[in-house]
């Protein structure tokens, strides 16, 4: 039975889940623990160990002294260790998926895809080995220049409590295969399937190649301003994103930030009625996470002569999503991941109330005895919105779409680009150019046209302004883990 079993044949709680680096696994040094709970049903999951700086330091010593060994081993044979970790993911799909799903509140089904999707980018990124090539630069007869592409060091990965299992796969593998070794700290909310993930993974990766560390904030200071890593990734909020920015700031490390978004879904007045209705319903991801995404677009903007109609089957839509517990095959939407979540959500649900806004659809706790113990809250949708309430201007980070209504293009796009954030758009129109006109004036990372929602393999997806900078899930997250050394030689008579 694996250490991270949740079935306690006594009915007792069992040890703390340990921290794992250079190849073992070790109590925290500060014996500090965090009770992992089901947000679904308040049962306690597990003890987890909380890493205090000296287990960082440890870790990333560790990952350290990995680095010139994985660094110089050959790069068809990192890639090939990659594609046999996710080899091992895919083997354990069902219990991976179920582990986040009680962890995060998360649908099992949704999680499943997470795990397909995590293992395709962890393959994704294998492949890319060979591309991790620089140039020649023409001089002269007697010079040559060159480029190399060279691996950092310790890359550091700090993530969000939303997609668990993803994040530990797919956004490890970008810096494993092009040579650099990982530090990993999962969110304190969600981490019990990178826990089992390094089970499955230990003995196959070198020693200190591959390292885990629980915790909560000060454990991530600690990783972000440890002098020994050379690079900081993170997802999260922006005030997550600018406490890193400055603790790695004291050794200039290179960053890449995921943060927040308050995205805009623009619908012009051509559009079908049934079909963007459907996406805006993909695009707030009720059914995957609850809302819980820094890429939802939920701030809806529809044209005032197909309002109506769009709102109308929206509402009807929503009102049909089975809410359930994250573990039944059948639930298409759980519950939110904590209790600040659910309070922040349902008093955003209260602020719409008093500025103005009409609860066309959900607005509370389902009923029925099966949701009394959970984070649960029905999906939302705000109508009779405006520019100036607070649920159109800050990301509420939940089950809650509110819906705008536009007609002059100029205005809209004033609206659209005020907030000091851009991660996702989508834009709906029949019209090319007037599709493409509105893509290119949205201040937005990634645009979807006539879609919402989808993320491809090795498309580049990052934010704007205070949605962070970046790129990842392409080729470009694999050149952001490394460095361009140029050498230059020239030939002696």
Request: glycine share 10%; charged share 20%; with cysteine.
């Amino acid at each position: 039975m694996s250490r991270l079993s949740i079935e306690k044949e006594d009915g007792m709680q069992d040890a703390p889940r340990a921290l794992y680096y250079g190849g073992q696994w070790y109590t925290a040094h500060g014996d500090q623990v965090d009770r992992i709970t089901s947000p679904s049903t308040s049962q306690e999951l597990a003890l987890v160990s909380r890493a205090d700086a000296e287990d960082v330091d440890r870790a990333v010593r560790a990952a350290a002294a990995a680095f010139p060994a994985w660094r110089d081993m050959p790069a068809a044979n990192r890639a090939n260790l990659v594609r046999q970790a996710a080899t091992r993911v895919r083997a354990h799909a069902d219990e991976l998926a179920m582990l986040d799903a009680q962890d995060s509140g998360n649908p099992v089904s949704a999680m499943l895809r997470d795990v397909g999707a995590g293992a395709d980018y962890m393959d994704y990124f294998a492949g890319l080995i060979t591309e991790m090539k620089g140039d020649t630069i023409p001089l002269d007869a007697e010079t040559i220049n060159i480029t190399l592409r060279e691996p950092l060091g310790v890359v550091a990965r700090i993530m969000a409590f939303n997609h668990p299992l993803f994040y530990m796969t797919a956004k490890t593998a970008s810096a494993l295969v092009s040579g650099n070794t990982v530090v990993f700290k999962p969110s304190e909310l969600t981490p019990l399937s990178a826990l089992r993930i390094a089970e499955l993974w230990d003995g196959l990766l070198p020693p200190g190649v591959f390292n885990l560390v629980t915790g909560d904030r000060e454990t991530a200071t600690a990783l972000a301003g440890h002098p020994n890593v050379a690079k900081v990734g993170l997802i999260g909020s922006i005030g997550a994103g600018k406490a890193i920015m400055k603790i790695a700031s004291g050794g200039l490390k290179r960053l890449t930030l995921e943060l927040g978004g308050k995205n805009a879904f623009v619908a012009c007045s051509d559009v079908d009625v049934k079909q963007v209705a459907a996406a805006v319903v993909l695009g707030m991801n009720f059914m995957s996470v609850a809302g819980q995404s820094c890429g939802s677009t939920s701030r809806v903007y529809l044209h005032e002569t197909v309002h109506d109609a769009i709102v109308e089957e929206v509402v009807t839509i929503v009102s049909k999503i089975g809410v359930g517990l994250p573990t039944a095959p059948a639930t298409e939407m759980g519950c939110l991941s904590s209790a600040h979540q659910y309070e922040k959500v349902l008093g955003y649900i209260q602020i719409a109330r008093q500025e103005g806004a009409t609860i066309a659809c959900g607005g509370g706790r389902p009923k029925g005895p099966e949701f009394a113990d959970g984070y649960f809250i029905e999906p939302t949708v705000l109508t009779d919105v405006t520019d100036n309430m607070r649920v159109a201007r800050e990301e509420i980070f939940g089950p809650v779409v509110s819906i705008l209504k536009w007609q002059d293009e100029g205005t809209l796009l004033s609206a659209v680009n005020a907030l000091d954030v851009g991660l996702t758009a989508a834009v709906w129109s029949r019209g090319l150019d007037e599709a493409l006109r509105l893509a290119t004036r949205i201040q937005a990372g990634f645009v979807w046209i006539n879609d919402s929602a989808t993320h491809r393999v090795g498309i580049p997806f990052g934010g704007f302004r205070q949605s962070g900078f970046g790129r990842e899930e392409s080729i470009e997250e694999m050149i952001e883990c490394t460095q361009a050394k140029t050498i230059q030689m020239k030939f002696k008579n």
